[in-house]
Structures are given as C-alpha cells and as structure tokens.
C-alpha cells in the first residue's frame, strides 16, 4: 500500500531510511507534474484552437511562426513514435521556444507601456477639443478626495488609494524635486536583497517607458511605426482631426497589444505544460485514466492545426472536457502537498540526491514547480542572488536611473514629462508623513493647475475611480 504525501513527507522529516523515501517522494512529484501538464496542456490547446479557428482574436498573424512550432513539437514528442535519446534536443527546442515568448512579450510589455503613457498625455488634452468644459469647486473637489482616501482605517487601504490618486492629479513638480522623490524611494531600499531593488527599479522604468528591448521593432515592426509617429507628434498644436487620429491610433493599438499578449500568455502556458510533460515522461509512474483521452483529443486538435482549414471542433470533441472535471484539481493539491515539503528535502538531502541517482529527478521537479508556479514567464536559468544592495549599489543603479531621466525629459515634450511622473509617482513608496501634506499636496495640485482642459480630465477621471468604491 503506498503511503499518503503527507506521511511520505514525515517520514523524510524524521530522516527515516532516506535512500527509501527520497527515491519515492522524487518518483511521486515527477508523475503529479506528468499528470498535470498533462490534463493542463491538452484543455489549454483546445481552447486556444477555439480561439483561432473561430477567429476570436484578430491577431493570429503575430504567433503564426511560434504556434506552427509548438504544434509541431507536440506532435514529435506527444504524438509520433519517438526516439527517447532524441528528447534532451526536442527538450531544448522547447526551451528556445519558451525563450522567444519571453523575449516578445518583454517587447509587448514595453509597446503597451508606451501606450499607456501617451493615453495619459492625450486625456490631459482631450477637453481642449469640447465645445465646453465642466466647472467644478475646486475646494470642494479636495476635500472629496481627502474623504474617499481617509474612508478606511486601514494603513494599506489609504496608501494604495494615495498612490491611486497621486498618478492621476494634475503633476506640477520642478524635476529636482521629482529627482530627489525617486533618490529617496530607492535608498529606503538600502540593507535589502539586490533582487528588491532590480524589481523597484524594473517597475520605474517600465513607467518611464526606459525599458525598450532592442528586438522590439523587429519582432512588431508595425507598432514600431505606430510609435515613432505618436511620439513625433506635436501635442501643443494639435489640430481637432490630429488629435481624435492619434488617440484613435493609441486606442487601437492598445486593443491590439491586449489580443496579442492573451495569445503568447496561451502559448506559454502550453509550451510550459508541454516542457514539464517532456522532462518527466521518463520517470513518472502515474496511474493515470486521462491519459488515453488526453492523448485522442491532443491529437485531434494538432491534426486540425496541422490541415491549417479553420475548421471548428465538433460539438461532441468539446463535450469530452467534462471528463475531466476535478482531475486538474486533484492533481494541483498533490503537487501544493508534496511542494510544501521541497524546501525540507532540499535543504535535508540535497548533497545526498546524486550519491542516490537522483540528482537528475531533483533537478525535473525545481524546473517544474518554477514551469508550473504562478510565473508564467519566469527565467529558468535565473541565478538566486542573495547579494545585499549596500550603500556602493544603492548610488550606482540610482546614479544609472536619474541619467536615464534627465536624458529622457530633455527630449521629451512638456506633456510628456508631466505623464512619466505622474506613472511613475504612483509606483513610488507613499512620500508623505501624515494626512495633512497629503491634504497640502492635492490642494496645491489642482490649484496650481490653470489649464482647463488637463484639470477637467483629471476631475472626471478620480470621479470614476472614487465612484467604484
């Protein structure tokens, strides 16, 4: 009788015949990760050739190259009779599939977050083109906005409404002051770990759209263009048709952005399921009953993709689905079980696995909670660095970031600047030290505000946002 996850773990805590338990608790991860990429894998491509075939998303075109890769390495390594000793090769072509995923939807991110910047800019000026402009008491706006920022007692609350608001008043602020904001926002990181710090400083940049990876207008040559048109626009003297072509142009080109990003984050969550299946094909000894029926319907829809018609799954393949209903959870609740206990077998056993033969299963399963995490796209190959942001840190990335700011701000247009601040302010630790320089700071953001247009968008926005609440 096999034992539970839970007493095979306790057996291993309490160092119990290790050369026994190790081998069984590998074998036991190795076939819940089988079972789960597999189930995972064969629903996700359904729904993704539903996606395609039925022309849900207009933006087929962008993965063409990469969805003809993935189809074909399942049908090799899930479907055709295959060489074993060919699967270390076919493993890493999946690797180097999942890596240009990777590196286009970096390129996504950084196109959708220049988008978003320029959104920003072109609200800021939308009114400028209304045939009239709603007045509003200023005052009494303020106090409207202290109230919904002080309705909940809790800390975290008020911060994250602060730093909700904070992005979308009006930005009056000199650059020095605005230099010596993000100066401070990174020092409080000081004594952490430099990964904390790269993450802060990722974030603050990707607000200040300086995070443009050099593929990006090869991989989308087409928003490349988009984007050097938006950005050689003159904002100030926007005629009434420039301006509705542009916003129209960035509104689109958003929409855009979201289709294509659902189709990589489709594929990369298949091509994660389908490296996860590849590296414990080997080892695993699950008894699975879905796998006759995982097997049928991948074949069915690799086939379809394959014949390259569009035609749609019969009713009938759909419906067998169903059949797999729970066996997704089970298995997850396996793995939650048996990944609860990682960190005890590593630390434990960790130099035993090779003299037991079981470095290689060791090295499958941390591949495959990473594979299977809630990080889509997280770096396989990334070094865990404990190293501590020191004092020498802290002014190197802070010296590299401002120069990038400045050098950024002299090119950059009035509006613009005013829109990376205000992106980058909200990312930004709450600054303030008590409730009246919070108070201090909206008053003066709206009263130093004389362009009707700008203020009036900034009115109507933190509306919304205080009428979700």
Do not use: W
């Amino acid at each position: 009788m096999s034992l539970s996850a839970n007493q095979l773990l306790k057996n291993i805590r309490d160092n119990k015949e290790a050369e026994v338990y190790l081998p069984q608790y590998m074998n036991r991860s190795l076939s819940a990760y089988y079972r789960y990429s597999f189930i995972d894998l064969t629903m996700k491509y359904v729904m993704l050739y539903e996606v395609v075939s039925e022309e849900h998303n207009k933006q087929t075109d962008q993965v063409k190259d990469i969805l003809d890769q993935v189809n074909q390495l399942i049908k090799e390594t899930m479907l055709d009779v295959f060489d074993e000793s060919a699967r270390v090769a076919k493993v890493e072509e999946i690797d180097n599939v999942r890596k240009e995923i990777m590196s286009r939807m970096k390129s996504i991110t950084a196109y959708a977050d220049i988008m978003q910047l320029y959104e920003y800019v072109l609200n800021r000026i939308e009114d400028k083109y209304a045939e009239e402009i709603e007045e509003f008491d200023t005052d009494v706006f303020t106090q409207e906005i202290i109230n919904y920022i002080f309705s909940n007692n809790d800390n975290v609350i008020i911060n994250t409404k602060v730093q909700e608001i904070i992005g979308q008043l009006p930005v009056r602020m000199a650059k020095t002051k605005y230099y010596d904001l993000l100066k401070d926002s990174i020092s409080i990181y000081k004594g952490s770990e430099r990964s904390a710090v790269d993450g802060y400083l990722y974030m603050i940049k990707s607000a200040a759209t300086l995070e443009r990876p050099k593929e990006m207008k090869k991989q989308f040559p087409e928003l490349h263009k988009a984007v050097t048109l938006i950005e050689s626009a003159d904002f100030k003297n926007l005629t009434k048709p420039e301006f509705y072509r542009l916003n129209g142009m960035v509104q689109d080109r958003a929409v855009d952005l979201l289709e294509i990003s659902d189709l990589y984050m489709q594929l990369q969550e298949i091509v994660n399921c389908l490296y996860a299946y590849n590296i414990t094909v080997a080892y695993q000894t699950a008894d699975m009953k879905e796998e006759a029926l995982c097997k049928e319907l991948v074949a069915h829809v690799n086939e379809c993709f394959l014949a390259g018609d569009g035609k749609e799954l019969v009713e009938s393949e759909l419906d067998k689905l169903v059949k797999f209903e729970g066996a997704l959870e089970s298995s997850a609740q396996e793995m939650l079980v048996l990944e609860g206990g990682y960190d005890d077998v590593m630390t434990t056993y960790g130099k035993k696995l090779k003299s037991l033969m079981l470095d290689a299963q060791g090295v499958c399963v941390t591949t495959c909670m990473k594979l299977l995490g809630n990080s889509k796209f997280i770096d396989l190959n990334a070094k865990v660095s404990n190293k501590i942001a020191d004092d020498a840190y802290i002014e190197k990335v802070t010296t590299s970031l401002l120069k990038n700011v400045a050098k950024l701000f002299e090119k950059a247009p009035q509006g613009v600047v005013r829109a990376v601040m205000a992106s980058s302010l909200d990312k930004m630790p709450v600054f303030f030290k008590n409730s009246d320089e919070i108070a201090e700071y909206v008053a003066n953001a709206l009263n130093q505000c004389k362009d009707a247009a700008e203020k009036n968008a900034c009115y109507s926005i933190i509306k919304d946002i205080m009428s979700e609440e």
